[in-house]
């Protein structure tokens, strides 16, 4: 799944995790692929089923679970 980087580091800092956030967004690529970039999200902490859950316009919801499927990585 691709995300944008921005998203991330917003829905980070939205949960508090403004640390988390300074080191996605000088580490992570402009555009996000959870699987490609999985070993990277892992190493920064960042756990995809809760980035994907907040999503605007609750894709999470919508994927059905793709989330677990992902590996549930960071979390």
Do not use: Y
């Not at 980087?5 to 080191?23: E, P, V, W, Y």
């Amino acid at each position: 799944m691709q995300i944008d980087k921005q998203q991330i580091i917003d829905i980070l800092r939205s949960m508090g995790n403004g640390d988390k956030a300074s080191q996605a967004e000088s580490q992570l690529p402009d555009q996000v692929d959870t699987e490609r970039d999985s070993g990277l999200l892992s190493s920064l902490g960042i756990n995809v089923n809760d980035i994907i859950d907040k999503l605007p316009g609750g894709l999470g919801d919508k994927l059905g679970g793709l989330g677990d499927k992902l590996g549930g990585l960071g979390g």
